[in-house]
């Protein structure tokens, strides 16, 4: 169904903090052209917090018809509402999507059985494919490898987002959970070995900045070329930890902005701007990637 690359998208803003469809068309040609394997848009990374409903539908729909069924479009649909997550996915299905990536809800740090309720009650407001999303250092829980397999049962609950970093939380995950559920990377530095221990694929900050590199990584790994898989990873490392030094996405917009990817760095408060003593920082990330001279 899905795998391999998939980017978590980010959202190129104008000076104003309006949203830049001009640029958004032209990174979304960048990776059709690159051999991303899918998009992810309305997540984390797109900044999809400060971005209204109406604004969200808006750029998924433009998205979706631009991509025109060549790779899949999963919206992000995540609330710490329940009932907020389960109309945001009523609203959303209405597009021409192919699934949903659901992040756990974040600040009211429910048990398991509220993350299995809330997941359950989101997954039945479609009938397209729904993939979980664990990022405890987000959101302030962790979904348990026991609460995934009990929600692998729900017909339409295909698999999940994994970004805790942990090799072993994966072989958990392989363990409770049925063998044709999907299991992606949601941690750049660790997805090689995610995927040689098994995993599906990466949903990938660092796409955004090295589309056609990451392809081939996962391409790669999950055709069992291991050798040339860690090459090619080595020269990525340093963008996979440096495009962290500040939240997610500060640091890759400036890297696209730097690039010449996208006009703007621009972020809707309360991120702000990459701090000039990261600059070199990144900088040198880029130019260990050969994405910059």
Do not use: W
């Given at each position: 169904m899905f795998s391999g690359c998939f980017v978590a998208l980010v959202?190129?803003?104008?000076?104003?903090?309006?949203?830049?469809?001009?640029?958004?068309?032209?990174?979304?040609?960048?990776?059709?052209?690159?051999?991303?394997?899918?998009?992810?848009?309305?997540?984390?990374?797109?900044?999809?917090?400060?971005?209204?409903?109406?604004?969200?539908?808006?750029?998924?729909?433009?998205?979706?018809?631009?991509?025109?069924?060549?790779?899949?479009?999963?919206?992000?649909?995540?609330?710490?509402?329940?009932?907020?997550?389960?109309?945001?996915?009523r609203e959303l299905d209405k597009l021409a999507i192919d699934g949903f990536l659901t992040v756990t809800p974040f600040y009211n740090k429910p048990?398991?059985?509220?993350?299995?309720a809330h997941y359950q009650q989101v997954?039945?407001?479609?009938?397209?494919?729904?993939?979980?999303?664990?990022?405890?250092?987000?959101?302030?829980?962790?979904?348990?490898?026991e609460t995934v397999a009990e929600l692998a049962m729900t017909d339409n609950i295909v698999g999940i987002k994994e970004a805790t970093g942990s090799?072993?939380?994966?072989?958990?995950?392989?363990?409770?959970?049925?063998?044709?559920?999907?299991?992606?990377?949601?941690?750049?530095?660790?997805?090689?070995?995610?995927?040689?221990a098994g995993g599906h694929g990466v949903i990938s900050v660092t796409a955004n900045v090295a589309p056609a590199q990451m392809?081939?990584?996962?391409?790669?790994?999950?055709?069992?070329?291991?050798?040339?898989?860690?090459?090619?990873?080595?020269s990525l490392q340093g963008l996979h930890h440096q495009l962290f030094i500040e939240s997610n996405p500060i640091p890759v917009k400036w890297a696209l902005q730097r690039m010449g990817v996208m006009t703007s760095d621009f972020m809707r408060l309360p991120l702000t701007q990459l701090e000039p003593i990261h600059h070199q920082i990144i900088e040198q990330a880029l130019q260990q990637a050969g994405l910059v001279a």
């Open positions: 959202t190129p803003m104008l000076p104003d903090g309006e949203i830049d469809y001009k640029g958004l068309e032209q990174l979304v040609d960048l990776h059709l052209q690159h051999g991303t394997d899918g998009l992810v848009i309305m997540g984390t990374t797109a900044e999809a917090a400060t971005i209204s409903l109406s604004e969200q539908s808006d750029v998924i729909a433009r998205v979706a018809g631009q991509v025109s069924g060549q790779i899949p479009v999963l919206a992000g649909n995540g609330s710490n509402a329940t009932a907020e997550g389960v109309a945001r996915t048990m398991q059985k509220g993350m299995l997954a039945a407001a479609t009938q397209k494919p729904v993939l979980l999303y664990n990022v405890p250092g987000r959101t302030g829980v962790d979904l348990l490898p090799l072993t939380r994966l072989s958990d995950l392989q363990r409770c959970c049925p063998g044709d559920f999907l299991l992606f990377s949601g941690d750049d530095a660790s997805g090689l070995n995610f995927m040689r392809s081939r990584l996962c391409k790669l790994a999950l055709s069992g070329h291991f050798a040339e898989a860690e090459q090619l990873d080595q």
